[in-house]
């Protein structure tokens, strides 16, 4: 019986969980992989699927989470009114759209 | 009060993060559609002071806002509450900015 | 096993007499152990809360307290008690100002920052001050939230079962309680007890009141042996919102405003009958109009399901849903549309006007027992002006903190009850585990019918006879019902000894309203129907000794102002409000 | 002369008039319990209290269940139906039965005392802790406030809380989170802190300050709040006042 907002928080806390746990390995992967060898090294090591499939995830979610954010930023700091309510739909709507750009850009 | 200064500092952080974010998507768009190659992104950042402010930044602003954030979801889905959390919330902060910023050091 | 609590002041409600006497006790002697039980959650239960008019004092320049009181006693027909009604609208000003200030009721405002007072039903000065059109939420919410902030004890479901007489029967010492979710049975003793529990005309088919009044308060006094004042005095608004038998929400009030603003009532045959009865139409006053819709329902000029219809829409249906937003939510709720369609209204017992007899410190004849609100007879005379009621209960809820205060520092001691009553009247409640369960939606529907049809807006000797017959009946078939199950939330319990109250007190109107041969304010005699010589005016008393109830009655004393004379310089010019 | 007749409006329940509504209701006492079921006429008009009314009028007196005012202004009568808190004497069975079926619960995150009754204590508890409640400032009486001010409308967009606990059942920070108020206290703290006459403003906020950032903007409550009001508005506002302290800044909006 949930509605909209809380499947956006629920989205936006999932991914915000998932960044949490993935950007240090993304640090670390990335800090690890350039210190250790010269550019064609890295270039190999981006042409690995893996990688590639993980470093798309990691846009993603940082989308999704950059969208929830948004909408949480606004409905906290925006000044509320009647109409309050759909501009705060609208900007999600748009940052979601957004977000599946770049995930179809990724992917692209 | 130490809940409304964590708040102010996780609003505050994600407000810094956003533009950031939105920075880097950007530009990671722009290089998986122009087919710009890992070497191409390096060759950049390495030794700009732009890029590397940009992601220093990020890298801070992040190592605030995730543990703050992390912190709510363990005390609320883990029941894990008090002063061992803190402890590891900071404790997980300090690795997030000592990868991050490694990782920046490396790249540029 | 009945379990003990000694406590200095022990209040019955909490509604705005009760929760304002815990805080007047409380301020007056922080010292004292207070004990606020209600028959539902503190503040949330009782007709406090469901005030939608608003609160009349005077305020404003241009009114005086001398003009309220005309109002008072002239809307009263001269049967006040009017050192009551004095005290009433004397104490409305400070009173207001106390919910104001220190309470923090936020009152709606004029342009110029100032107490907003609007019209209200058949008084001479827009005194009434209120809180959009839910001036009650307002005032309960905010004496809730002070009481629960004090060392105040809170007997949540509690009901009060019996009040036991102390050992030589001098005084009252305590009152026997039933915990509602435990069905523990708990004595508590007190040095002062207050009734404010309310009364409520829920006896009637069609009724206002919230559900879990039913004249307890009324009830206990008599069998107390007290004097219960004015019962023939029973309020009813015209326009109840009819949704069939099925569901509560029959019987609840639409605003009167709907009549104000121009509402039309229409017949059976979607015809307006009000210009048969009077020259103001819809616009004439609650007792007026209640009876020619009375008269409508009587002559079968009505709808399929019995009731009468409310229109607005030719006041257009947009401005209707903007003017009255809470009333149409209200109706589309149940299915109705207010604004554009119509609506099946009847008329509706809506507040009694009697109760016990009580002096204006709010004691009783019966030392230790104070009284205030709506269990008390007296203020209001033969009909209450619209916004008196909730000024009655924080006034005299006040003072009752007050007195009661300063009579328990002086008490050294608790009385010791009477143990024999207290006995008695506890096998009395457990009694019904062992009789067989009686029909008690059956009798419940039998009473209402019975009081609305021959007790009600019209009445005559004959109907009364036939009421005093029937209530007699019912007495002894609520008598022999018992319940089943067990103590503990039992609602069947407890709709058990609700009905035993509603029998008992109905008993007191039909009583009452056999003894006043004449009409006037809410009573109505077809029988009588002028209104007798105001100068040698009485008003009603009814005691209940030996099972039978006795109506007698007194001359009033004109203490303050006499038929034909009035306090003010000029006479009152013509109501400001339509109503 | 054509009769006149009220217009039902139709809404979403569309069976046969003089159906049986399947109804499903909790019993059980303190933690434990069954959903039992039920079959109840269908009525026009009936709301869900109405239902409850009817098992325990005519089916099983020992059904427990709570009312008082029976027009949604005290706030005694809320339930779990269909899985959504409410207020049940103002909901309509036609809104909330699906295909004829009704489940009836007691309100979520406050203990049961028996089948449909909750403890509203806890509530209320918190709602006292918080010191949501007026705090008279001395200052001379009934001090002018223009309607129109933003701070009074401010306060009056929250003020007619019925104290239902129905936003309180529908938030999850409250199921989450022990020390949350819920949204009911902090939208009254709201309403304090704009209230110009009150003489601690700034100690409702710092009361606020524990709490408000429990909320995680599910929006749950101004979603299922009876009477319309919008208690995540009020804690937003609540939650910008206490940012804006926290950054050392120490005027109140709207006042210099
Ligand atoms: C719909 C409606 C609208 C109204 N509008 C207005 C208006 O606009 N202006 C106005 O002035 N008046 C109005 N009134 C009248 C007004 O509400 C009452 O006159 C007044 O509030 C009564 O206050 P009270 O404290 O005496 O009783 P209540 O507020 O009714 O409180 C009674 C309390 O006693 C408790 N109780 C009952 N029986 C027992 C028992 N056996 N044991 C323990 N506790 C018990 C109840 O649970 C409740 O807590 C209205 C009434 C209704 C019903
Ligand atoms: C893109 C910019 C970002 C913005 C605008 C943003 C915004 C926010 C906001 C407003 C919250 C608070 C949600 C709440 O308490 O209701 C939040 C929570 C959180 N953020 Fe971010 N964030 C951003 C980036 C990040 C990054 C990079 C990470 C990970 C390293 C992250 C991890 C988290 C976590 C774990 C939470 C807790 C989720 C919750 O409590 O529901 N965020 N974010
Ligand atoms: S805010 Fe709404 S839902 Fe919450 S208690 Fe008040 S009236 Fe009920
Ligand atoms: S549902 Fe709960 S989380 Fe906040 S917005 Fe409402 S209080
Ligand atoms: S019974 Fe009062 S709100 Fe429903």
């Known amino acids: ?38 550019l064609d090294r890295v270039l190999d090591w981006t042409d690995n699927p893996w990688v590639k499939l993980a470093e798309a995830g990691l846009v993603v979610l940082l989308a999704l989470h950059l969208t929830g954010g948004l909408r949480v930023l606004l409905l906290e700091f925006g000044r509320w009114s009647d109409r309050q309510q759909s501009r705060i739909a609208v900007a999600g709507g748009l940052a979601l759209l957004a977000g599946f750009g770049f995930l179809a850009a990724a992917f692209a | 009060m130490k809940e409304a200064w964590l708040f102010a500092a996780q609003r505050v952080s994600a407000m810094v993060l956003a533009p950031l974010v939105l920075l880097h998507l950007g530009t990671v768009l722009y290089a998986v559609r122009g087919g710009l190659s890992a070497d191409e992104i390096l060759a950049r950042t390495e030794g700009s002071l732009f890029w590397g402010a940009v992601y220093g930044l990020f890298v801070l602003a992040a190592a605030v806002h995730a543990p703050i954030g992390l912190r709510a979801v363990l005390g609320e889905w883990c029941r894990w509450r008090g002063a061992g959390l803190d402890i590891a919330m900071a404790l997980f902060g300090l690795v997030l900015l000592a990868l991050g910023l490694r990782a920046v050091a490396a790249v540029l | 096993m009945i379990e003990r609590l000694d406590r200095d002041i022990l209040i019955l409600g909490s509604g705005g007499a009760g929760l304002f006497a815990a805080l007047h006790a409380y301020r007056a002697d922080p010292a004292l152990d207070i004990a606020v039980a209600a028959k539902g959650l503190l503040g949330k239960s009782g007709c406090t809360r469901m005030v939608q008019g608003g609160y009349n004092v005077a305020l404003a320049p241009g009114d005086s307290v001398e003009r309220h009181f005309m109002d008072t006693i002239e809307g009263g027909a001269w049967i006040n008690h009017q050192q009551l009604a004095w005290t009433l609208v004397e104490g409305a000003v400070a009173r207001i100002r106390e919910l104001e200030d220190e309470i923090g009721c936020y009152f709606d405002r004029n342009p110029d920052g100032s107490i907003h007072q609007k019209a209200f039903a ?118 109840g919102l009819y949704a069939g038998p099925g569901t509560r929400m029959t019987g609840t009030v639409l605003e009167e405003g709907l009549r104000g603003a121009g509402g039309h009532l229409l017949g059976g ?41 409310i229109s607005m829409a030719h006041l257009g249906p947009e401005s209707v849903a903007a003017r009255f937003k809470g009333m149409v939510e209200r109706c589309r709720d149940c299915g109705f549309d207010l604004a554009g369609g119509l609506v099946e209204v009847v008329p509706t017992a809506h507040y009694m006007m009697g109760g016990v007899a009580f002096e204006p410190d709010t004691t009783t004849a019966l030392p230790g027992l104070y009284a205030a609100g709506e269990d008390t007879g007296g203020v209001h005379g033969a009909n209450r002006l619209g916004g008196n009621g909730v000024a009655n209960s924080t006034v005299y809820g006040g003072v009752a903190g007050d007195r009661m205060a300063a009579d328990a520092a002086r008490e050294r001691a608790f009385p010791d009850p009477d143990e024999a009553v207290l006995e008695a009247a506890a096998a009395r409640c457990l009694a019904l585990f062992d009789r067989p369960p009686g029909d008690l939606a059956g009798i419940r529907e039998r009473l209402s019918d019975l009081m609305w049809d021959e007790v009600g807006i019209l009445r005559s000797a004959a109907s009364l006879e036939r009421a005093e017959a029937g209530l007699a009946d019912l007495a002894a078939e609520v ?43 809410a009573h109505y005699r077809e029988d009588f129907p002028e209104t007798g010589d105001l100068a040698a005016t009485r008003y009603t008393a009814v005691r209940l000794a030996n099972g039978a109830f006795a109506a007698a009655s007194e001359p009033v004393a004109f203490t303050h102002v006499s038929p034909g004379e009035s306090l003010l310089a000029e006479p009152s010019p013509t109501p400001a409000s339509p109503l | ?81 269909n899985g959504r808190p409410r207020w049940t004497c103002r909901t309509h069975v036609s809104q909330a039965a699906r295909k004829g079926r009704v489940r009836i619960g007691p309100l979520r995150n406050l203990p049961v005392i ?28 009934e001090e002018p406030v223009r309607p ?109």
């Open chain 1, 1 to 38: 019986m949930r509605r909209g907002p809380w499947w956006a928080f629920l989205l936006h806390r999932l991914s915000g969980v998932a960044l949490a746990v993935f950007l240090p390995v993304h640090f670390l992967v990335l800090g690890l992989a350039v210190e250790r060898a010269a």
């Open chain 4, 148 to 256: 129109d001010e933003p701070e009074r409308r401010a306060a009056d967009a929250g003020i007619e809380c019925i104290n239902c606990a129905v936003c309180y059942a529908a938030c999850d920070s409250v199921a989450w989170n022990p020390d949350y108020p819920g949204p009911a206290v902090l939208n009254r703290l709201w309403t304090l802190a704009n209230d110009r006459r009150d003489g601690d403003r700034d100690g409702h906020l710092d009361a606020a300050g524990a709490g408000c950032h429990l909320c995680r903007s599910h929006q749950e409550c101004a979603d299922a709040c009876p009477t319309g009001l919008n208690p995540t508005a009020a804690i937003a506002g609540l939650k910008r006042e206490v940012f804006r302290r926290a950054l050392g800044g120490r005027t109140r909006e709207g006042r210099q």
């Open chain 4, 1 to 81: 002369m054509k009769r006149a007749r009220p217009r039902l409006v139709k809404t979403g329940y569309d069976g046969p008039v003089m159906a049986m509504l399947e109804v499903e209701i909790w019993r059980g006492e303190g933690g434990g319990g069954a959903w039992r079921r039920y079959a109840v006429p269908h009525e026009a008009n009936q709301t869900v209290l109405d239902v409850v009314t009817h098992v325990q009028r005519h089916i099983d007196p020992s059904l427990a269940y709570r009312f008082a005012c029976r027009v949604g202004m005290c706030g005694s009568c809320a339930m779990t139906v």
């Open chain 3, 122 to 239: 058949g008084q001479t000065f827009d005194r009434t001050v209120h809180k959009g059109d839910l001036t009650g939420i307002e005032i309960v919410n905010r004496l809730m939230e002070q009481v629960w902030a004090r060392a105040v004890t809170r007997l949540e479901e509690h009901r009060a079962a019996a009040l036991i007489p102390s050992r030589d029967g001098s005084r009252l010492a305590g009152v026997l309680l039933i915990d509602i979710r435990t069905g523990a049975l708990r004595f508590v003793r007190a040095k002062a007890v207050l009734l404010a529990t309310g009364g409520g005309p829920t006896m009637y088919r069609y009724h206002t009141p919230s559900g879990d009044k039913t004249c307890d308060g009324m009830a206990m006094a008599l069998e107390a042996g007290l004097a219960l004042r004015d019962m023939e005095m029973v309020q009813f608004h015209p326009t």
């Open chain 4, 114 to 141: 028996r089948d449909l009754a909750v403890d509203m204590a806890p509530f209320f508890e918190k709602w006292r802790d918080a010191g949501a409640r007026f705090v008279p400032s001395g200052e001379p009486p």
């Open chain 3, 479 to 521: 008598e022999a019902a018992g319940t089943p199950g067990g103590p503990a939330f039992n609602l069947a319990w407890h709709d058990r000894l609700n009905l035993e109250s509603l029998v008992t007190v109905s008993r007191a109107i039909a009583a009452a309203a056999r003894a006043r041969e004449d009409s006037r304010g």
């Open chain 3, 269 to 309: 045959d979607g015809t307006r009958f009000m210009e048969r009865y009077d020259d103001r139409l819809e616009r004439a006053t609650r007792d007026i109009v209640s009876r020619a819709m009375a008269s409508e329902m009587r002559a079968g000029n009505v709808t399929e399901n019995g009731g009468l219809y």
